[in-house]
């Protein structure tokens, strides 16, 4: 194939979908993958049709531990390699740690550290040795800032891919392979559906907070072509990372202390 194909996790919906698009204006062939198989489909009819692209969709859930090399080897079983890879599988654990099981725990650091971290480690040689690449991790905010009561793994795992992206980006940028973590504040999607904070979240944030999936995805995009390491979307976005970072450690924490629960199911 002459074209260079992007395999986008979490691809059925949101900000997802929203880099498969962009991805494929920009003329990249591209691979979904996510559990729903029909969204799946639609979104990969459509993009083919709009862009005039090819589409490749893989059902799979990244929970498994088999996930990540199934989902390449379908891929290579179709003759492809990865040429840019967009983790953005994700969802958000309500509740307190200790109310919570391990088996929902275990399987949310598996989609949310593990996966990303082997996709990335699979493709990359390939990347190397093609001297061109392109990883986006999809972070968050909430990685930047201190953790807040509920959701307890949430801004861990997140903040884990701020750091891991950072470290790749040092580690490749001799060989045309460009990192970027991106972190979005609070994005117009179903995330907040999916994990029943919808009203709860609806109710406590301000419209000026809020961004497009297809703005932070945009956002996304030029970072990693211009090999920005984290990139945070939105002036409000921005201040609040720039606030954590200068406050002292016990003020930013008994400031999430008196806002978390605003965001946050205990």
């Not at 799979?60 to 079983?77: K, M, V, W």
């Not at 003759?79 to 949310?108: H, I, K, M, P």
């Not at 800032?145 to 891991?164: D, I, Q």
């Not at 609806?202 to 030029?222: F, I, M, N």
């Amino acid at each position: 194939m002459d074209r260079r194909l992007a395999l986008v996790t979490g691809a059925s919906a949101g900000i997802g979908a929203a880099f498969a698009r962009i991805l494929a204006s920009h003329g990249y062939d591209v691979a979904l993958t996510a559990r729903r198989a029909e969204r799946l489909e639609k979104l990969a009819e459509e993009i083919s049709l709009r862009y005039g692209v090819e589409t490749l969709t893989v059902v799979a859930d990244l929970a498994e531990p088999r996930a990540p090399g199934q989902i390449l080897d379908h891929l290579t079983a179709h003759g492809r390699t990865v040429d840019a890879l967009v983790n953005n599988a994700g969802y958000g654990l309500a509740g307190s740690y200790a109310d919570t099981r391990w088996e929902d725990q275990r399987a949310f650091i598996q989609v949310m550290m593990t996966a990303p971290a082997e996709l990335a480690h699979r493709v990359l040689p390939g990347m190397i040795q093609r001297r061109f690449g392109r990883i986006v991790n999809v972070a968050s905010l909430a990685g930047l800032v201190p953790g807040s009561a509920g959701h307890t793994l949430y801004g861990a795992t997140k903040s884990f891919l701020v750091r891991f992206s950072q470290s790749l980006h040092l580690e490749t940028q001799a060989h045309g392979v460009h990192v970027s973590a991106l972190c979005p504040g609070f994005t117009f999607s179903e995330f907040h559906d999916v994990n029943g904070t919808r009203e709860q979240i609806s109710r406590s944030t301000p419209p000026w907070l809020w961004l497009g999936a297809d703005e932070v995805a945009a956002a996304g995009y030029e970072a990693v072509e211009a090999n920005r390491p984290v990139c945070v979307p939105g002036a409000p976005n921005k201040a609040i990372a720039a606030v954590a970072k200068l406050i002292p450690d016990d003020w930013a924490l008994a400031l999430m202390a008196w806002q978390g629960p605003r965001f946050r199911k205990v």
